[in-house]
């Protein structure tokens, strides 16, 4: 690039998909520091416009809010009347096009505005509106007519848990896939879908491919293969391979040319943006002081915060970085704990900013220290994205090529090998070049991400518990291949919270389909070793207090696995307790390091197969819950052996048979 590239030579450039280091690359030594003012200014810039965009749309909530406390009458002619009166995009002969995204932790929200933005300079004659598809309706009717207007949209959607959708996806795709009826309707809408997902677990990108399907039985017209991004290798590689596909298509089409929450304690709804304090009120150690493991039972106290929750949901939790790893990322950036830096939303002459599309990674002003421990991930292997930031800001020539290199197609190999396979960390990364010293704001907003909530299935009920959240959480403590003993984030905090020393945490709850049949007497099955013994906990409650209160209850069995009865035999005194009183039938017990052959929960399960047949033909529920990529499999595939085998079956329909006791909500499973 020419030295003498101005201001906006330079943003037109990064606009169109030229790394910050490339932009540098071309730049006599001597003006590479203006460069890279003129970037830390950019990263600032774009975070410090989004809070004005944030002011806006709490304004807008309140109003919402406002709204609903009308009556039934007045809401139905308000909603009405906003109908009516909803801005509409201005015609300026540009065409629209719509990016929708489906996300839980924000990848695929980052990836939908990294396309927009470059999208934007790109095509001067087109519009690019990136959308959470929670918001794109108010009500479930109106995705219809508003779909119907789109020209050309396109889709970044997610898969998690048991190839279930997103949290914000959920309410659309449970639209979208039920409505059969509709029949060919899309004729007008050319798409593109970019999934993302992990292939060790069993429904890899299931949601993309259900969409994409979907959109094209009902007439939408594809403009490229669904990509299928897979998380466990390199997904940045994956997107940009998807993304350089569908730019021709675009060019035919159009023509060439970071999460606040916030304490709300009392707030109407809790929610990952809005969390609530809980005091930790309980916790204790689970494992006897033989086991060379640690598990921890916690409860978190919920009376007077407004947060509720039913048996069988999810409860996320913010914790904060332990302090060695924030001492740690303090040396490396090379600033003092105690400095405090400020996200502005006003340009030097006081006047607010304008426009932007990414939301400002936390409140500030705030300490180094404070934003390193709540706010950055420092513990997950960076993406490229963030190799091409610190290698902009790298004074050593060689740690910058270094970096270059590794975030590059060239280099994707040696990247996947020596960053994901071994599993090294940002501040691993970081310690290997030392000359990456970016700017703050350089680094909360391109080099690490936001700190994500941890879930849990909660082990109480609240039919025993109101007020209380119980979590039993096993301590994540490993040696990675790299050899770096990796302590998990949120697993840390709750093994060394103290209630004495009113240590608290904010969360919220997530629903889960995980639930009790709705008739007690039912019989149920269920699988969970180790802290997959967690929302069973809070079934067997609800079933002793519902015992209790008269009702017959069916026929339940519980296999359970541990390594040694001695040693790591969770909650046995609980479980003996619901034997006695009647809320379990019976106890299945696989042990795995007790005896001459280790016994896994699979292994009871072929045991027990004539029982567990003779549930299922009585109409009865099967849950398992804990690890998708092992456990979860065998279970699966034993369980299909028995339907084959009581059932006399051959595999295909053995196959079938199970399938659609998952379809009829009989098969279950909370599997991570």
């Not at 540098?24 to 003006?31: S, Y």
């Not at 466990?232 to 997107?239: A, K, P, V």
């Given at each position: 690039?020419?030295?003498?590239?101005?201001?906006?030579?330079?943003?037109?450039?990064?606009?169109?998909?030229?790394?910050?280091?490339?932009?540098?690359?071309?730049?006599?030594?001597?003006?590479?520091?203006?460069?890279?003012?003129?970037?830390?200014t950019l990263a600032a810039a774009v975070l410090g416009c989004a809070l004005l965009v944030l002011w806006r749309r709490t304004a807008a909530g309140k109003k919402r809010k406002d709204a609903d406390k009308a009556s039934a009458a007045l809401a139905t002619q308000g909603k009405k009347a906003r109908q009516g009166t909803e801005e509409q995009p201005a015609d300026d002969g540009r065409k629209r096009v719509a990016v929708f995204f489906g996300t839980q932790t924000g990848t695929a929200e980052g990836f939908a505005k990294a396309l927009a933005e470059e999208a934007k300079a790109r095509y001067d004659k087109a519009t690019f509106k990136v959308i959470d598809l929670d918001d794109y309706a108010a009500e479930d009717e109106d995705y219809e007519e508003k779909l119907k207007k789109e020209k050309l949209a396109l889709f970044f959607v997610a898969t998690y848990g048991d190839g279930e959708?997103?949290?914000?996806?959920?309410?659309?795709?449970?639209?979208?896939?039920?409505?059969?009826?509709?029949?060919?309707?899309?004729?007008?809408?050319?798409?593109?879908?970019?999934?993302?997902?992990?292939?060790?677990?069993?429904?890899?990108?299931?949601?993309?491919?259900?969409?994409?399907?979907?959109?094209?039985?009902?007439?939408?017209?594809?403009?490229?293969?669904?990509?299928?991004?897979?998380?466990?290798?390199?997904?940045?590689?994956?997107?940009?391979?998807?993304?350089?596909?569908?730019?021709?298509?675009?060019?035919?089409?159009?023509?060439?040319?970071?999460?606040?929450?916030?304490?709300?304690?009392?707030?109407?709804?809790?929610?990952?943006?809005?969390?609530?304090?809980?005091?930790?009120?309980?916790?204790?150690?689970?494992?006897?002081?033989?086991?060379?493991?640690?598990?921890?039972?916690?409860?978190?106290?919920?009376?007077?915060?407004?947060?509720?929750?039913?048996?069988?949901?999810?409860?996320?939790?913010?914790?904060?970085?332990?302090?060695?790893?924030?001492?740690?990322?303090?040396?490396?950036?090379?600033?003092?704990?105690?400095?405090?830096?400020?996200?502005?939303?006003?340009?030097?002459?006081?006047?607010?900013?304008?426009?932007?599309?990414?939301?400002?990674?936390?409140?500030?002003?705030?300490?180094?220290?404070?934003?390193?421990?709540?706010?950055?991930?420092?513990?997950?292997?960076?993406?490229?994205?963030?190799?091409?930031?610190?290698?902009?800001?790298?004074?050593?020539?060689?740690?910058?090529?270094?970096?270059?290199?590794?975030?590059?197609?060239?280099?994707?190999?040696?990247?996947?090998?020596?960053?994901?396979?071994?599993?090294?960390?940002?501040?691993?990364?970081?310690?290997?070049?030392?000359?990456?010293?970016?700017?703050?704001?350089?680094?909360?907003?391109?080099?690490?991400?936001?700190?994500?909530?941890?879930?849990?299935?909660?082990?109480?009920?609240?039919?025993?518990?109101?007020?209380?959240?119980?979590?039993?959480?096993?301590?994540?403590?490993?040696?990675?291949?790299?050899?770096?003993?990796?302590?998990?984030?949120?697993?840390?905090?709750?093994?060394?919270?103290?209630?004495?020393?009113?240590?608290?945490?904010?969360?919220?709850?997530?629903?889960?389909?995980?639930?009790?049949?709705?008739?007690?007497?039912?019989?149920?099955?269920?699988?969970?070793?180790?802290?997959?013994?967690?929302?069973?906990?809070?079934?067997?409650?609800?079933?002793?207090?519902?015992?209790?209160?008269?009702?017959?209850?069916?026929?339940?069995?519980?296999?359970?696995?541990?390594?040694?009865?001695?040693?790591?035999?969770?909650?046995?005194?609980?479980?003996?307790?619901?034997?006695?009183?009647?809320?379990?039938?019976?106890?299945?017990?696989?042990?795995?390091?007790?005896?001459?052959?280790?016994?896994?929960?699979?292994?009871?399960?072929?045991?027990?197969?004539?029982?567990?047949?003779?549930?299922?033909?009585?109409?009865?529920?099967?849950?398992?819950?804990?690890?998708?990529?092992?456990?979860?499999?065998?279970?699966?595939?034993?369980?299909?052996?028995?339907?084959?085998?009581?059932?006399?079956?051959?595999?295909?329909?053995?196959?079938?048979?199970?399938?659609?006791?998952?379809?009829?909500?009989?098969?279950?499973?909370?599997?991570?």
């Open positions: 690039m020419d030295s003498a590239a101005g201001p906006m030579e330079l943003v037109a450039a990064l606009l169109r998909g030229i790394t910050p280091a490339e932009l540098a690359g071309g730049v006599p030594a001597g003006e590479r520091a203006e460069v890279r003012a003129l970037l830390a959708p997103t949290d914000n996806a959920a309410r659309f795709y449970k639209w979208f896939t039920e409505g059969n009826e509709r029949g060919v309707w899309l004729n007008d809408l050319q798409y593109a879908v970019f999934g993302l997902g992990n292939r060790q677990y069993e429904h890899f990108n299931k949601i993309a491919n259900v969409v994409d399907d979907l959109l094209t039985e009902q007439g939408g017209n594809r403009l490229v293969p669904v990509g299928l991004g897979d998380d466990d290798q390199c997904i940045e590689d994956d997107f940009n391979a998807w993304k350089e596909s569908l730019w021709p298509e675009l060019d035919r089409l159009l023509g060439m040319k970071m999460i606040i929450f916030s304490l709300t304690n009392g707030h109407a709804v809790h929610d990952a943006q809005h969390p609530c304090r809980a005091n930790v009120a309980v916790r204790r150690e689970l494992h006897s002081p033989a086991s060379d493991r640690s598990c921890t039972h916690l409860e978190f106290d919920i009376a007077g915060t407004g947060l509720t929750y039913e048996t069988g949901d999810h409860v996320g939790v913010y914790t904060e970085n332990c302090p060695e790893v924030v001492d740690e990322a303090e040396r490396l950036l090379g600033y003092s704990p105690e400095t405090y830096f400020t996200i502005h939303a006003d340009k030097e002459d006081g006047k607010p900013l304008d426009g932007g599309s990414l939301a400002p990674p936390f409140p500030s002003p705030i300490t180094v220290r404070n934003a390193l421990a709540r706010y950055a991930d420092l513990l997950n292997s960076p993406k490229k994205s963030a190799l091409v930031a610190l290698a902009t800001y790298a004074s050593d020539p060689a740690d910058a090529d270094r970096l270059k290199f590794l975030a590059s197609p060239a280099g994707k190999d040696e990247y996947a090998q020596w960053i994901v396979v071994s599993q090294r960390s940002l501040l691993e990364v970081m310690a290997e070049f030392p000359s990456a010293k970016p700017p703050l704001g350089v680094f909360f907003a391109a080099v690490a991400p936001r700190l994500q909530p941890r879930y849990y299935s909660i082990s109480s009920s609240p039919s025993m518990a109101p007020t209380r959240i119980h979590v039993t959480s096993a301590l994540v403590r490993e040696t990675t291949p790299a050899g770096r003993v990796h302590k998990g984030v949120c697993s840390t905090w709750i093994k060394n919270a103290n209630p004495s020393e009113d240590s608290w945490a904010p969360i919220f709850v997530r629903q889960s389909n995980f639930k009790l049949p709705a008739d007690p007497s039912v019989p149920i099955i269920m699988i969970g070793p180790g802290t997959g013994l967690a929302p069973f906990r809070g079934f067997l409650q609800e079933r002793l207090v519902q015992k209790e209160s008269g009702a017959e209850l069916g026929r339940s069995i519980f296999f359970f696995g541990c390594r040694n009865s001695k040693m790591d035999f969770i909650y046995e005194d609980e479980l003996n307790n619901f034997l006695e009183q009647g809320a379990l039938s019976e106890l299945v017990l696989a042990l795995s390091r007790e005896g001459p052959a280790k016994e896994y929960v699979q292994h009871k399960m072929a045991q027990k197969a004539s029982e567990i047949w003779d549930v299922i033909s009585q109409g009865g529920y099967i849950y398992v819950c804990g690890d998708a990529k092992g456990m979860a499999k065998d279970v699966h595939r034993v369980l299909h052996t028995i339907v084959q085998e009581q059932g006399s079956l051959d595999s295909s329909k053995a196959e079938g048979f199970v399938k659609n006791l998952q379809t009829e909500g009989r098969y279950l499973r909370d599997v991570w």
